[in-house]
């Protein structure tokens, strides 16, 4: 079974660019979030879809993220414009209802 | 009040020790996740608990739903355990995290 692809892996960008990441969860798994992990902190929920809706965004900073599920499968979260305290590690997973977590390798941001 | 808390926070042992960390949650759930995270490494799910027991080589974890309360369990620990053990809860859809374990095993 194929897992949950993240990428990039590893992104370096300048405060006030943009960067985009994507997630391509499991086949069939109806629920994806996407996390962001501070060195040293526990994962912050940023967003959670429930197939292409979103059923929790309250700590998604939407003046600068943004994120979408078209089609209730492959998800993009997108930073416009980077502040250096964005560095962090975006995590990806996805679940079916009540089934085990699967999460994506990450993505490494730094913003310099 | 945390709706998940976990404990220790911290807890350093010898090779060898059997290990319990504690995890316990205020909400209703469907499911309750253990999840391990090595430094600089990602996440890794080892259980999906919704009632009674499993065990996976060296790791048990028990829940009690009555109680609302969970335990992972590790046997005959090695240095490879070392990391942060988290303790999540999926709830009305959303997923609630503990704070999470840090385990050092020394050798």
């Known amino acids: 079974e194929a897992g949950v692809a993240q990428s990039p892996r590893y992104k370096i960008i300048e405060k006030r660019q943009s960067v985009a990441f994507w997630c391509n969860p499991i086949?069939?798994?109806?629920?994806l979030y996407w996390y962001q992990q501070i060195l040293g902190q526990g994962p912050k929920l940023l967003i959670q879809f429930q197939n292409n809706g979103v059923v929790d965004d309250s700590q998604l900073p939407k003046d600068r993220f943004s994120a979408e599920r078209l089609k209730g499968v492959d998800s993009t979260l997108k930073i416009q414009p980077a502040k250096l305290e964005d560095s962090a590690v975006y995590l990806c997973?996805?679940?079916?209802?009540?089934?085990?977590?699967?999460f994506g390798s990450g993505t490494q941001l730094s913003v310099l | 009040k945390n709706e998940v808390e976990q404990s220790p926070q911290n807890l350093t042992a010898q090779e060898g020790e059997f290990i319990t960390i504690n995890c316990s949650y205020s909400v209703g759930i469907s499911a309750l996740h253990w999840l391990q995270q090595h430094p600089g490494g990602g996440i890794v799910s080892l259980f999906m608990?919704?009632?009674?027991?499993k065990k996976h080589g060296r790791l048990i974890a028990t829940i009690n739903i009555q109680e609302k309360h969970s335990s992972l369990h590790i046997t005959a620990s090695h240095p490879r355990d070392s990391a942060v053990y988290i303790c999540a809860v999926s709830s009305n859809y959303q997923l609630i995290w503990g704070a999470g374990t840090k385990l050092i095993i020394k050798p």
């Open positions: 997973a996805s679940s079916l209802e009540g089934v085990k977590l699967f």
């Open positions: 608990l919704s009632s009674g027991k």
């Open positions: 086949s069939g798994h109806a629920t």
